[in-house]
């Protein structure tokens, strides 16, 4: 993560420097930088990405910022990109972009920068996250790296999981040592998830 920010660091700053040349329009499909966060503009919406200064701005409530924080796509699923660029200078844009996935999470459109080894996820002001509650989950998936996942997908079991997940968390404690468990929501495309631990239940 600390390449992709240097690179992000020098791609902005090579980005404001062109901006010094006429880049200035926001109505476009673009990347750019204001108030220490990195923003895209994607078909005249603005999308943000997930740090303290988006709580200091108002873009998402504290709360919704250590939820944000944990929120992934399955690498598997990041075929389709596309690129947005820091300039419209025609030459530059060869250098100076990313590539960028567009996804629905519980009926939110949400950004993913997919061009480096990380990801970097980006949302619109006052996304609305869904409760954490068995009618608005689609599957529980417990993830070890010395075990098989662990999926919970029906009805029944999902109801069995949220009802009784400090016993879970506990199993899973003891049985698999580390483990990570990812929330698949209803409304939303099949590759996202929420990684939660069992505070987020309480």
Same mark, same amino acid.
């Given at each position: 993560?600390?390449?992709?920010?240097?690179?992000?660091?020098?791609?902005?700053?090579?980005?404001?420097?062109?901006?010094?040349?006429?880049?200035?329009?926001?109505?476009?499909?673009?990347?750019?930088?204001?108030?220490?966060?990195?923003? /895209?503009?994607?078909?005249?919406?603005?999308?943000?990405? /997930? &740090?303290?200064?988006?709580?200091?701005?108002?873009?998402? &409530?504290?709360?919704?910022?250590?939820?944000?924080?944990?929120?992934?796509?399955?690498?598997?699923?990041?075929?389709?990109?596309?690129?947005?660029?820091?300039?419209?200078?025609?030459?530059?844009?060869?250098?100076?972009?990313?590539?960028?996935?567009?996804? $629905?999470?519980?009926?939110?459109? /949400?950004?993913?920068?997919? &061009?480096?080894?990380?990801?970097?996820?980006?949302?619109?002001?006052?996304?609305?996250?869904?409760?954490?509650?068995?009618? $608005?989950?689609?599957?529980?998936?417990?993830?070890?790296?010395?075990?098989?996942? /662990?999926?919970?997908?029906?009805? @029944?079991?999902?109801?069995?999981?949220?009802? $009784? @997940?400090?016993?879970?968390?506990?199993?899973?404690?003891?049985?698999?040592?580390?483990?990570?468990?990812?929330? @698949?929501?209803? $409304?939303?495309?099949?590759?996202?998830?929420?990684?939660?631990?069992?505070?987020?239940?309480?």
């Amino acid at each position: 993560m600390k390449k992709f920010k240097a690179f992000v660091s020098f791609i902005l700053s090579a980005a404001m420097a062109f901006s010094l040349f006429g880049c200035t329009d926001k109505k476009t499909d673009r990347i750019f930088f204001a108030n220490n966060m990195t923003m /895209i503009n994607y078909k005249n919406e603005t999308f943000y990405d /997930i &740090s303290t200064y988006g709580i200091n701005e108002g873009i998402y &409530s504290e709360s919704d910022y250590r939820r944000l924080v944990n929120i992934y796509a399955d690498s598997d699923s990041f075929d389709d990109c596309f690129p947005v660029y820091y300039t419209d200078k025609p030459i530059a844009k060869t250098f100076f972009k990313e590539n960028i996935i567009v996804r $629905n999470f519980c009926n939110n459109d /949400i950004v993913f920068i997919t &061009s480096t080894n990380d990801t970097q996820l980006l949302v619109k002001k006052d996304i609305a996250l869904p409760e954490i509650e068995k009618n $608005n989950i689609e599957k529980i998936v417990v993830v070890s790296v010395s075990h098989d996942d /662990i999926v919970y997908k029906t009805d @029944y079991e999902i109801d069995e999981f949220v009802s $009784n @997940y400090d016993y879970y968390f506990e199993k899973y404690s003891n049985e698999l040592g580390g483990f990570e468990c990812h929330l @698949y929501y209803k $409304n939303s495309d099949a590759a996202i998830f929420e990684t939660v631990n069992r505070e987020a239940f309480s």
